[in-house]
C-alpha cells in the first residue's frame, strides 16, 4: 500500500500502543514485584526472629543446667544444636567478660546480635551463671531473595514483551490495516469521484465499529453525491428564471446589484445607482466598489453591519438582512433596507453576491420627527406628574405639620389645665400636711408634694439624657457601696424636665424594697424602634428564699408583685400618661430583679 509523503511524520498507533502497554505492565510488574519481594522479606525475617524465640525457649534452662553441672559436653552439644537453626553463625556463653564455651565461627559477618540470661535456682536461690549470646548472619535470606528477584523479573518480560508483540499484530490486522485504507481513500476523495466507494475487504461476519464507519463514509458519499445532483438541476433552473427576474427588478421600485468577488466590481440597474446619487457607468467602472460602499455605512450598528459583510465575503454567512444608514456620493444621510444574498459559490467561496435596495429615507425621517413627538409628549407629561406629585407632597407635609401643631395646641392646653388642677392639689396637700397628725400618712403625702412641685412649675428644656443620669450616679450617695455598671450612648438629646426625670430614678431605684439586698446594679439606656429603653437589673447578694420569691411573683405571667409603697402607681402613672410608656417589674433569676421603663421619643 502506497502511503502518502504527508503521513510520515504521523506516529503509529501499534506503537503508541505498545509503548503504552510496556509502561503500563512495567509498572504494575515493578508494584507487584515490590510487594512479593517485601512480603518474602518480612517473612523471613519473622521466621529468623521466631527461630530465635524457640532457641530461647528451648535451650535456656537445658543450658543453665548444664553450667550448673559443668557438663562441657552436653554444652557443647547443645551450641553445636543451635547452629543448625537457619542464620546462626556464632554462638558463646559470656560470663563476666570471659568467654566460657563457643561454637561457630566467629570471624564470620554477623548482620544481628542476640542474648538471653542463664540463670539457675537451687534451694530457693536464684543464681546468675552467665549470657548467651548468638551472631545472626541474613546471608541465605537475600541469596534466596535475589533468586526469586532474578525468576520474577525474567518471567514477567519474557510474559510482557509475548502479550505486546502479539496485541501489536492484532492491532496492525484489525485496525491499523483499515485505517491506513480509509486515509488513503480519504486523501483522494473530491466531489469529481463521488462513484468510487470505501471498500475495505471485509468478511461480513467479521464486521465491526470500523465496517460501521465506513458504511457511514459511504452514505455520506452517496448524500453529497445526490446533493451535487439537486445543486447542478438548481443551478440549471436558477439560469432559466435569472433574466425573468432581472426584467422584474428593473420595472420595481428596487435597486438591485450583482457583485462578482473575483471581478471585484458591479452589475447594477438605474434604480440602485439612482439611490446612491451616482449611476450605473460609474459604479460598473468603480474599483473596490463592495469597499467603498462599506465605507459609506453609518449610524451606531455601522461597526457591526461591516463585520457581517466581511463574513458574508468569506462565505461564513449566507444571507444579511438589516437596515443601513448610509451617506451617499453626494453626502446626504439615507436609509436603505438591504439584502445581501450570496446566489452562487466555488469551492465553499461566493462567486456572486446578490443586492437588493429598498430606500426608506422618507419612511425613517416621518418616523424621526414622529418619536421626537413623542419624546416631547412624554417630557411634557412627565415634568406635569412631577409638578403635581410635589405638589400633593407639600400639601400632605403641610396637613402633617397642621395636625402636629394642633395636636401640639391640644397638649398645651391640657398641660395648662392639669397644672392648674396641680396647683389647687398642691395648696390643698400643703395645708393639709401642715394640720396631719399622723406619721405613717407624710411620706406618701410627701412623694405627692414633691411630684406636684415639678409639675406645677414644669419647665421643658433640651437635656442629654445620658449627662443626666451619669450626674444621678455621680450624687447620689445610696449607691456609693453598690456596684454600678451603666450601659449609656454617648449621647441622647430629649425635650423635658430634668427634675421629673431625677424624680422617677430617685423613686424607682432609691426606693426599690431590695436595694438594700443589691450588690451590683446594671443600668442601661438604648433606643428601640423609636422608644427609649431603660433597664435596670439589681443583682442580689443570694437568691430569694422560696416563700419570698413566691409572695412577690404572679402565678400568671411570672412578673412581680408590685411593691407595697406610695410612689409604684405614681411612678406608672407618669410614665405611661406623660411618655406614652410602659413600667414593668419581673424577676429574670432567682438572684436578679430587673425593672425596666419605655419613653416615647415622641413625647420627648
Known sequence: ??????????????????????????????????????????????????????????????????????????????????????????????????????????????????????????????????????????????????????????????KTFSVSIFVLFIVHQVITRRLSKMAEWASQFNLSKLDHPLVLNDAQHQRDELSMVADAINRMRETLQQDVDERERSRMQLESTKEQLSMAINNAAIGFCRYLPDDDTFECNNHFANQLASTELELESMKHPMDRLMDMISGPHGVEQRERINKLLQGRIARIHDEFCLYNFRKEECYFDITLQIIRYDENRPQQILICVVDRTKEQIARRHAQELTISLENKVTQRTEELYNEQLRTKA???????????????ERQQQQKKINHLLLNQLEHLAEHIRQPDMMPGIQVFLQYLRITTHDERTSINLTHCIEEWLNQTPALQNIKVNPQLPFSLIIEENPLLIRFLLDYLILKEPLLSQCSQLDLQLRLVNNMVMTTIDFHLDSPLNPAINETLNDAKNGRLSQPDSEFYDLCDHIISLRFDGKLERLLTEPDTLRLEFSLDMARL
Open 1 to 158: 500500500m502506497n502511503t502518502p509523503a504527508s503521513y510520515k511524520n504521523y506516529a503509529s498507533i501499534g506503537r503508541r500502543l505498545l509503548s503504552y502497554l510496556l509502561a503500563f505492565s512495567f509498572v504494575t510488574t515493578l508494584a507487584a514485584f515490590l510487594y512479593i519481594l517485601m512480603s518474602d522479606y518480612q517473612r523471613g525475617m519473622s521466621s529468623y526472629d521466631k527461630n530465635l524465640r524457640q532457641i530461647q525457649t528451648s535451650y535456656q534452662q537445658s543450658i543453665s543446667y548444664s553450667l550448673w553441672n559443668f557438663d562441657a559436653r552436653q554444652i557443647e552439644s547443645q551450641l553445636n544444636g543451635i547452629l543448625n537453626f537457619p542464620g546462626v553463625m556464632y554462638v558463646y556463653i559470656e560470663n563476666r567478660g570471659n568467654v566460657l564455651h563457643s561454637a561457630g565461627d566467629v570471624y564470620s559477618q554477623s548482620d544481628q546480635s542476640y542474648s538471653f540470661a542463664l540463670d539457675y535456682q537451687s534451694a530457693g536461690q536464684p543464681y546468675h551463671l552467665g549470657n548467651l549470646h548468638l551472631n545472626i548472619n541474613y546471608t541465605g535470606l537475600y541469596d534466596e531473595l535475589k533468586h526469586k528477584t532474578v525468576n520474577i523479573l525474567l518471567t514477567q518480560f519474557v
Open 398 to 412: 403641610t396637613v402633617q405639620k397642621l395636625e402636629y401643631e394642633l395636636d401640639q395646641l391640644n397638649t398645651n
